[in-house]
């Protein structure tokens, strides 16, 4: 009532002005929404150019995927899902779309000789080392991507490593540079070095075998004195008090990590093979409709020269180009050989140097005018007339012709029939899996219900942490990431399908869950007793080590000291980096050591893994290649041109980055 009363009396002047009052603010909104970027479905934001939540979404999964094909069961889900992970994948899109942009406005381009041979030489889409058109169909149908998409994606593939790959081609390392790389890494360094190993103690108080000879009873010494070449003694024990602070101040060594115990059913097509039998008549037919596929299809020995002309370019332009062609063509029927007319006038970078060689083409591989005059062509007249194209003007040869070749039925009869069980298998898989996650879907708590109607066993695993198991399902990443989800772990519903193979999944319920907490003193005595000897031997060597060093420096050789003690002396008169015949710790340290001054020996106490060395170390050689091993010093030579190319790369990527206006959104990763 009150509102038909407003608008009975909302009339004259009184509605003009309420009109206008309404209508400012409107319009204000409104025009500022066509100015203003929508950000609100963007993570970042790249000189006006948006890069939207679901494309990256998209690519990160993507990345995911493959760094879990490559890692395996190295592959820690947690690890690849965090801020720090996100964001930096979220900065190689921010490089990819600088790099696009800046491809956009310079220009650069690729022609389609280029796309069509970096598509030929991709190894998933050949067979035999040569390029196979039904596979290129095959294995696109499969991820669902038409061939246009593919080579879309290609060609934008291609120019963005254009910039990349000419700066790398450009980076260089000067004499002087290689020079002083050789100096560094075919340093040699003449030392001699006491190992003062440590006497490791195990938890029994047994000690090892000890490397000391100082103990050693002599003729004459003290009968009491201990003799270590007898049996292994036994270390005093370790009193209460120092275990237990041990275990108070080393407590994060021993906790047990939060872990989990499951149960889940699988579901896998290898386990569903149907009854129903193989009909011979229904191999016969797939055979007949898939031929093509047991057919190699014939392929063309086929090189060209191009004159290059754009389409919508001035027709006396066009002409001009046509009749070049055609006075190549006249040269070509006449006898002149068609390599050098095609190394001499041909315009097509990539393959004018070897003679317009283009290489093996099967159909559906060049442009539709190309191949339409390609296959017109017999070996008895193998030049075509020029043939215009959206590059311009070519000239076909066609070198050779390889047939095609086919498999009879029976002999692509085993392939038809283990496909076929396979597509049974599969559909029945479909079925059962679409009935599980109905069953799932109608009760999220139970998997009880799901196992009796599909007669599936509810299996159980566990307990395991976020690092997953050794084997079973519980070693397959996606299976661990489910088990610790939110979903599982905190809600105790039943998991989304796992994928954990083709054809094969599982879903999975918490059955147990074991937050992480301390291991409890005793579980852990033997470790800590272990733990505290192990720390004590290291402690005595440091002791013994400096002792010695104190004496070396006193004016004593390595050598007598070898000699007193029994200590392995090790020694060298031009150890190189890459000197297998020293321990890595030992090696490591050693040419981390400052170089002495001339006339001078530096002497260190260095720690190594299982105890120290002491170190004097008398001349630093610098490393000097001769001119037989021209070879090493050109692998030097790239190797620096490598790193320079990276950081020119880089520093390439920072300047575009400071040039531009990047804005990103945090919280929508």
Request: charged share 30%.
């Amino acid at each position: 009532m009150v509102l038909q009363k407003f608008r009975d009396r909302l009339t004259g002047v009184m509605a003009i002005f309420v009109l206008v009052l309404l209508a400012v603010p409107f319009a204000l909104v409104g025009v500022n929404s066509y100015f203003a970027p929508d950000t609100e479905n963007n993570v970042a934001i790249v000189n006006e150019e948006g890069i939207t939540l679901s494309e990256y979404n998209t690519s990160f999964q993507n990345y995911r995927a493959r760094m879990r094909s490559f890692l395996g069961q190295n592959f820690d889900a947690e690890r690849f899902d965090g801020p720090v992970v996100r964001r930096q994948h979220l900065d190689s899109m921010i490089d990819q779309e600088l790099l696009r942009q800046v491809a956009v406005e310079t220009g650069l381009s690729v022609d389609d000789q280029t796309l069509a041979q970096a598509i030929r030489d991709i190894p998933g889409f050949q067979v035999d080392g040569e390029f196979n058109g039904d596979v290129y169909q095959s294995q696109l149908s499969a991820q669902g991507i038409t061939p246009q998409e593919f080579e879309n994606r290609m060609r934008a593939s291609v120019v963005l490593r254009q910039y990349p790959a000419t700066i790398g081609a450009s980076a260089i390392a000067t004499a002087g540079e290689v020079d002083q790389y050789i100096r560094l890494q075919e340093q040699e360094r003449v030392f001699g070095a006491l190992l003062v190993l440590a006497d490791f103690v195990d938890a029994d108080g047994e000690v090892d075998d000890a490397d000391d000879a100082d103990d050693e009873t002599e003729e004459g010494d003290d009968p009491e004195t201990p003799d270590v070449s007898e049996e292994p003694v036994e270390a005093a024990p370790i009193a209460e008090e120092r275990i237990q602070s041990w275990y108070e101040s080393h407590s994060e060594d021993y906790r047990e990590p939060e872990r989990v115990v499951v149960e889940y059913l699988e579901l896998s097509a290898a386990g569903m093979e149907a009854e129903e039998p193989v009909d011979e008549d229904t191999l016969r037919q797939r055979f007949e409709d898939q031929s093509g596929r047991f057919v190699t299809p014939e392929a063309r020995l086929v090189s060209h020269i191009l004159i290059e002309v754009d389409p919508t370019a001035e027709e006396a332009e066009i002409e001009t180009a046509s009749e070049q062609a055609q006075a190549l063509y006249e040269q070509a029927v006449a006898g002149e050989d068609f390599a050098e007319l095609a190394r001499e006038h041909s315009e097509d970078r990539g393959s004018a140097a070897g003679g317009g060689d283009l290489g093996w083409v099967e159909p559906g591989v060049m442009v539709e005018a190309f191949e339409n005059a390609l296959y017109e062509l017999t070996l008895e007249s193998p030049i075509s007339q020029p043939v215009q194209t959206g590059f311009g003007w070519h000239l076909i040869q066609l070198r050779d012709i390889r047939p095609a070749e086919g498999m009879t039925f029976e002999e692509a009869r085993e392939t038809l029939e283990a496909e076929l069980i396979a597509e049974r298998n599969e559909r029945r898989f479909l079925d059962v899996a679409d009935r599980l996650v109905d069953i799932i879907y109608q009760d999220p708590t139970t998997l009880e219900a799901a196992a009796d109607e599909l007669d599936l066993e509810i299996q159980v695993a566990g307990p395991f942490d976020r690092s997953g198991a050794e084997e079973g399902s519980a070693a397959n990443p996606e299976f661990v990431e489910a088990a610790f989800s939110d979903l599982v772990l905190l809600q105790s519903s039943v998991s989304d399908p796992v994928d954990l193979g083709p054809n094969h999944l599982a879903v999975l319920k918490l059955r147990e869950h074991l937050p992480e907490a301390p291991r409890p003193l005793e579980e852990v005595r033997d470790e800590i007793i272990a733990a505290i000897r192990q720390d004590e031997a290291m402690q005595a060597a440091q002791t013994r080590a400096t002792a010695l060093l104190e004496r070396l420096q006193n004016g004593e050789s390595l050598q007598a000291l070898a000699e007193e003690t029994g200590l392995e002396l090790v020694e060298s008169e031009g150890a190189k980096r890459t000197a297998s015949e020293l321990s890595a710790d030992l090696r490591t340290e050693l040419f981390e050591m400052v170089a002495p001054g001339d006339g001078e020996v530096n002497r260190e106490v260095l720690p190594l893994a299982e105890g120290y060395a002491v170190v004097e170390l008398r001349e630093v050689k610098p490393g000097e290649l001769g001119e037989e091993e021209e070879a090493r010093r050109e692998s030097y030579r790239q190797r620096l041109a490598n790193v320079m190319a990276s950081v020119e790369s880089q520093g390439f990527l920072r300047m575009l980055r400071e040039q531009s206006v990047i804005q990103v959104f945090e919280d929508r990763l």
